[in-house]
């Protein structure tokens, strides 16, 4: 059973910083691309950073040069790390990944992880 589970968030100060990671478990064959998602209350869910397999990377305008994702392949791990943050970055964040496992080698799936809470406010 592969399982996605995010850690990392909690409450910071406008302006501050945080790290979420990602890790993914279960019998993993390979990792296509591993992403971030945020959902803020009353909105829908929005693309917040995305990095492939060979760590080319796309950030949504809203977090370019604030936000960083990076990838630990041999970990199954993907990381963002947020600085300068701001109010209406406040959201659950979703890690999002596209994986083959042993079980069904032929195919990628989409898998979404639970999701961590992330509150910026003073």
């Known amino acids: 059973q592969v399982q996605l589970v995010e850690s990392g968030g909690g409450l910071v100060q406008p302006g501050g910083s945080l790290r979420l990671s990602c890790a993914a478990s279960g019998i993993i064959f390979s990792i296509n691309a591993m992403g971030w998602y945020r959902q803020a209350p009353g909105k829908e869910r929005e693309l917040v950073a995305a990095i492939t397999s060979g760590g080319s990377t796309n950030y949504a305008d809203s977090v370019k040069g604030r936000f960083t994702i990076s990838r630990d392949n041999g970990k199954n791990m993907v990381y963002l790390q947020m600085n300068s943050l701001k109010p209406e970055d406040t959201a659950v964040y979703y890690c999002?990944?596209?994986?083959?496992?042993?079980?069904?080698?032929?195919?990628?799936?989409?898998?979404w992880g639970q999701g961590t809470q992330v509150t910026v406010s003073s």
């Open positions: 999002n990944a596209d994986i083959k496992s042993w079980e069904y080698i032929s195919t990628y799936y989409n898998y």
